[in-house]
């Protein structure tokens, strides 16, 4: 069965230091991976996806297919950054996702 | 300018009786989703409707009923709540179908925040 592993809770950083939100998935077919991302008070939004391979606010993620993950990263941490940050699979046919259990992060000054 | 709408945003029900959510779109997506999420934990999807087509979750208590009588709307009744099912219900909507970078994509409500007391 598919399934998403964030094992980290909670990730606090420091303003400006680098940023690794890990994401592990557990699927038989070809993938398609998400970040989903909630700020305080607002509602659950897409960061970004892999097949767009683009950067959103400063983040990239790369679909390691060896590994199984599916990591979020972003070289200098904003204080707006501070979220919930959900990694979700696609398991195909392009209309369920499976999410993780959320990373929250917190960045400080 | 919200595209998907849940309302009520806290919803307190008793023990055993039934309570329906509700949610709406603006953005003419064909596919609905019911999520529920409980504390610390991630979304669960419950069902989704493609269209007028109705998919369950296999684990998907019979408890929980969905109706889509139009595009816009979408309702999630609980027949029988137990103290278990409070959690927060998530709607999302999503059009397949209607080009590759749109596909996949999962717009969400607010959500709704279910007490059962």
């Known amino acids: 069965a598919q399934r998403v592993t964030q094992p980290e809770k909670l990730l606090s950083v420091f303003k400006g230091a680098p940023v690794e939100l890990k994401c592990n998935y557990s699927?038989?077919?070809?993938?398609?991976l998400f970040w989903y991302v909630q700020y305080s008070r607002q509602r659950l939004q897409l960061l970004l996806r892999?097949?767009s391979r683009e950067s959103i606010k400063g983040f990239t993620a790369d679909l390691n297919k060896g590994e199984t993950s599916f990591h979020l990263k972003k070289p200098f941490a904003q204080e707006e950054d501070s979220a919930m940050y959900y990694c979700a699979l696609d398991t195909g046919g392009g209309n369920k996702l499976t999410f993780g259990t959320g990373t929250q992060l917190k960045v400080e000054l | 300018d919200a595209m998907v709408i849940q309302n009520p945003r806290y919803q307190v029900t008793q023990f055993g009786k039934p309570v329906t959510l509700s949610c709406s779109q603006t953005?003419?997506?064909?596919?609905m989703y019911w999520y529920q999420q409980k504390s610390s934990q991630a979304p669960k999807l419950l069902f989704h409707?493609?269209?007028?087509?109705?998919?369950n979750e296999a684990d998907t208590p019979d408890n929980f009923q969905s109706r889509r009588p139009n595009t816009s709307f979408c309702f999630l009744d609980i027949r029988s709540p137990g103290l278990g099912d409070a959690a927060m219900y998530l709607c999302a909507t999503s059009s397949l179908g209607q080009g590759q970078l749109a596909k996949n994509i999962q717009y969400f409500g607010a959500g709704t925040r279910l007490s059962v007391l």
């Open positions: 892999h097949i």
């Open positions: 953005l003419n997506h064909n596919v």
């Open positions: 699927y038989s077919g070809s993938p398609e």
């Open positions: 409707y493609y269209d007028k087509d109705f998919n």
